[in-house]
């Protein structure tokens, strides 16, 4: 029997997304990604160290924080736009500070969809380790990525198959999923009260507004959980839907968040574009919350239809319809044993360190 030696601990630095500050929900699921890793691979004892935009704050985790102007969202530009970094950019001064204090570890995490790391990659005395949080947004930063997947194979992580599938270099990527959960910072709840859920960005690309119009045909209660990062968006679906039964409980930590959506009978996910993994539905998994999602992207490759929640027909709001009178049909507990086992930290964990094990060796 080969008893592998126990591999030496890492010591690992993350660069977070420069769309926002860690905990100020505008870095999205990254954020969850960044806290959930660096949490499971300091239990594993590896030393993790995070650099990110000034007011960063992940609680017990050691951040570095970096000074400078937010990176605009990849999302929100056209696929021929040039690259474009604001004046004191906080993405160039982080990556400085990574490259001043690069001999002090053994591998960077990237977590940042942009331009910058990826032309960086060659610079660097050590491996990244390279976090695709998207599916292909600008061909600028698409080239880029693709130039390190050629040049350093093995280094560009994406979190599903849907999602590398929409890059011309799918086959040079690594499937590492997006996050997992600890079961124990989630209850699990089997009595929800009559009300669904939406966790995430406000923002045009998660389509809230198909789920705030589900809420107004079925009647049912729909709180609405994450930052707004796109106010004229989010006006614009109250004007839309004056009568949909809709609360907002705004951008809430975990412990809380975890508390008003086991509560539910079940979550809406409606994402507009191929989300890369959907974090927010493990989360839902793990309270024993059903996910109804539309049939596109990560959340195709989460849910079991029938089975852990429902996946419709995309931007169909009448399939949403049709599938919330159906959440009865789901046992609640089945949903708690995928996030307990499939998407747990610990599993997730497993295939992170082995994929950084990897690019060290
Ligand atoms: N846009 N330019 C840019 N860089 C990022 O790191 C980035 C982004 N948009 C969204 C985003 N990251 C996160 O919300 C991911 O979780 C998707």
Redesign the pocket.
């Given at each position: 029997m080969n008893i592998s030696s126990p591999q030496p601990s890492l010591k690992i630095l993350i660069l977070s997304?420069?769309?926002g500050a860690l905990g100020s929900g505008?870095?999205?699921?990254?954020e969850l990604t960044i806290a959930n890793l660096a949490r499971e691979l300091q239990s594993r004892g590896h030393r993790i160290d995070i650099i990110a935009p000034m007011g960063s704050d992940l609680g017990d985790l050691s951040m570095i924080q970096i000074p400078g102007e937010l990176?605009?969202?990849?999302?929100t530009q056209e696929n021929a736009a040039s690259i474009v970094m604001p004046g004191n950019p906080v993405l160039a001064n982080m990556w400085a500070k990574a490259r001043a204090i690069q001999a002090d570890y053994d591998i960077i995490f990237n977590?940042?969809?942009?331009w910058l790391p990826f032309y960086l990659t060659p610079f660097f005395d050590l491996p990244i380790a390279h976090f695709v949080?998207?599916g292909s947004q600008i061909a600028a930063i698409d080239a880029a990525i693709e130039g390190v997947a050629i040049d350093f194979p093995g280094t560009i992580g994406v979190c599903t198959r849907t999602q590398a599938e929409t890059f011309s270099f799918a086959d040079l990527c690594c499937v590492v999923g997006g996050s997992g959960v600890d079961p124990a910072v989630y209850q699990y709840c089997d009595t929800p009260a009559d009300a669904l859920a939406w966790l995430g960005?406000i923002s045009p690309e998660k389509a809230l507004e198909d789920a705030v119009a589900a809420a107004e045909r079925t009647g049912i209660k729909l709180k609405i959980m994450g930052k707004i990062q796109d106010l004229a968006y989010w006006e614009k679906i109250q004007c839309d839907y004056p009568h949909a039964p809709i609360e907002y409980l705004g951008f809430l930590p975990t412990h809380e968040l975890q508390q008003a959506l086991r509560n539910c009978r079940g979550m809406l996910m409606t994402p507009r574009w191929i989300e890369?993994f959907g974090n927010v539905a493990i989360e839902a998994l793990a309270c024993g919350v059903p996910v109804i999602a539309y049939r596109r992207g990560g959340p195709a490759e989460i849910i079991t239809d029938g089975k852990t929640g429902f996946l419709v027909e995309p931007d169909s709001v009448e399939g949403l319809v049709v599938a919330i009178d159906r959440l009865d049909e789901i046992d609640r507990s089945d949903c708690r044993h995928a996030a307990e086992t499939v998407f747990s930290q610990a599993a997730w964990g497993n295939v992170i360190e082995s994929w950084f094990y990897r690019l060290v060796g």
């Open positions: 997304t420069p769309v505008l870095g999205g699921g990254v990176q605009l969202t990849a999302q977590t940042a969809f942009d949080s998207m960005r890369a």
